[in-house]
């Protein structure tokens, strides 16, 4: 029998994991184990009731924020160590339908090629982008992810459909340029082949990092809307603002310096100086601590952001 682990990173908004722990709860398992694995990103030790509650699920508590990357990888690494043999990352902010997994995995058993899968990822009921334009009845049917797009010539990643009502126009699985950390369905051999998460990353680009690696160990990358789950949009951390100026500008520097083409890294360069005089104040941090080497959480220390 397969056996799949979950691994859920919390980092604040005990409520918002509560709800994606009760849709866990809820999953139809079927011809398959499953180990749910809750990663305490927060250092608060914010979750001692749910431990309570939830009693079959395994906690850590690293005792610090290790970012996206490292809190994840603490995770995974206790999945290999479990003999998972397909992991599935997933924010603690959101919601799962019961059959997922089932869908996942006999995707995954199918091909064995496929690497990652990505599931189609709506936005949850009242955390749309733009809550005005969209009917009563669309709620929940707004699209904020059915796969991933790279523009390689400037070094932006984007997602397919995103603020789209779904009406089955994102109905065909494809192969993708990358799969959202949001939800990441796994191979255990991918991370035995190209390894976890990039710590320099800390948060953002991660997942692109990733999926770039996995798909050079001609694995596929794949998004299968068959699969379907709900994104609670920056439930533990903000969306803009200084958090996401800083990780996203140093970040991508680091993505495209690393996979971009000579003409590429040569644009960048132009970028990281003009952005060096002209940019946000945390912009500016991001590109002085690109170019010296300053990763993993970096210079980032702004006490009133959720970080």
Not at 23 to 39: M, R
Not at 103 to 128: C, N, R, T, V, W
Not at 251 to 263: A, E, H, T
Request: hydrophobic residues 40%; glycine residues 8%; aromatic residues 14%.
């Amino acid at each position: 029998m397969k056996k799949i682990a979950l691994v859920i990173l919390h980092f604040n908004n005990k409520d918002l994991t509560l709800d994606c722990l009760n849709s866990v709860k809820s999953l139809i398992i079927k011809g398959f184990s499953l180990e749910v694995i809750i990663v305490d990103n927060s250092s608060k030790k914010e979750l001692l009731d749910l431990r309570s509650k939830f009693k079959e699920f395994v906690f850590l508590n690293p005792e610090k924020n290790l970012g996206f990357t490292g809190g994840n990888n603490l995770g995974i690494k206790k999945a290999l160590e479990n003999k998972a043999d397909y992991i599935f990352i997933i924010n603690n902010d959101t919601i799962l339908d019961k059959n997922i997994l089932i869908s996942l995995l006999k995707e995954m058993e199918g091909d064995q090629s496929i690497g990652i899968l990505g599931p189609k990822i709506y936005f949850a009921p009242g955390y749309e982008f733009h809550k005005e334009k969209y009917k009563p009845t669309d709620e929940g049917k707004v699209i904020w992810y059915a796969g991933g797009l790279i523009d390689w010539q400037n070094i932006l990643a984007s997602h397919r459909g995103v603020d789209e009502v779904d009406q089955g126009q994102y109905g065909q699985k494809k192969e993708t340029d990358f799969v959202s950390g949001c939800a990441m369905f796994v191979r255990r051999e991918v991370f035995d082949k190209v390894g976890l998460f990039d710590d320099k990353y800390f948060l953002y680009w991660e997942d692109v990092d990733l999926c770039t690696r996995v798909k050079k160990a001609n694995f596929k990358v794949m998004f299968f809307p068959q699969a379907k789950l709900w994104h609670a949009n920056a439930g533990s951390s903000e969306v803009g603002g200084s958090l996401h100026d800083y990780y996203m500008t140093r970040n991508r520097m680091l993505f495209g310096l690393r996979y971009g083409s000579f003409k590429v890294k040569h644009a960048l360069g132009r970028e990281s100086f003009r952005l060096t005089f002209r940019g946000t104040p945390w912009q500016k941090t991001g590109i002085r601590d690109f170019y010296l080497r300053r990763f993993g959480k970096g210079s980032f220390f702004k006490k009133d952001d959720k970080i």
